[in-house]
């Protein structure tokens, strides 16, 4: 179940960004501003969480890159001019050299996130339209999406500001290759 709490703001509502940063979410609760609106979700389901575990154990296990991992971390991304989003991505993975996860703030920059992950689940509308254009603004290189609904698997690349200019997508069960800083092909069979 997702809980909307404000209807979308006029532009440059600092009243509704300042109740979301004073928000104070019950523990296992996700809140996230996305597209101007405040969006509380519950705790993902175990086989939402399967899918991130078994992605990131691929990761780790073949990329030609050794990467850090987060599934909590808050990222600030720049909208299409009205308030900022503030988003918490299922995963996000980051060179280790760059060391991107070094600091204790909610909410951080994305620089150096080499890649965003996204498993649909209470409300895959933003997941397949509003947060895919906030990275793509924010110019993170690489968004991968598990639509759960859909039953495929998609990797947007070579953002332009606005949103992903490349888009290769299998279906759920089939190999996707990842492009270099990862060089290999994701095994996408458990990810229903």
Do not use: C
């Not at 949103?163 to 092909?185: C, H, I, M, W």
């Amino acid at each position: 179940m997702t809980v909307m709490v404000d209807e979308p703001p006029t532009q440059g509502d600092s009243g509704l960004l300042d109740r979301f940063l004073a928000l104070d979410t019950p523990e296992g609760l996700r809140a996230e501003l996305i597209d101007g609106e405040i969006v509380v979700s519950p705790p993902p389901g175990s086989r939402h969480e399967r899918t991130i575990a078994r992605i990131n154990r691929q990761v780790m296990l073949h990329s030609s890159t050794a990467f850090d991992f987060s599934g909590n971390m808050g990222l600030v991304l720049p909208s299409d001019g009205g308030l900022p989003n503030y988003v918490i991505p299922d995963g996000t993975f980051a060179p280790l050299d760059l060391d991107v996860y070094d600091n204790d703030d909610s909410w951080s920059e994305p620089d150096g996130i080499a890649m965003v992950v996204e498993v649909t689940s209470s409300r895959p509308r933003a997941d397949r339209e509003g947060k895919r254009q906030a990275y793509a603004r924010a110019e993170i290189p690489l968004y991968f999406l598990v639509d759960r609904d859909e039953k495929r698997v998609t990797l947007l690349s070579r953002p332009d500001g606005e949103d992903y200019a490349r888009t290769d997508q299998v279906t759920v069960g089939n190999g996707l290759a990842l492009p270099e800083p990862f060089g290999f092909e994701l095994d996408t069979t458990d990810f229903v």
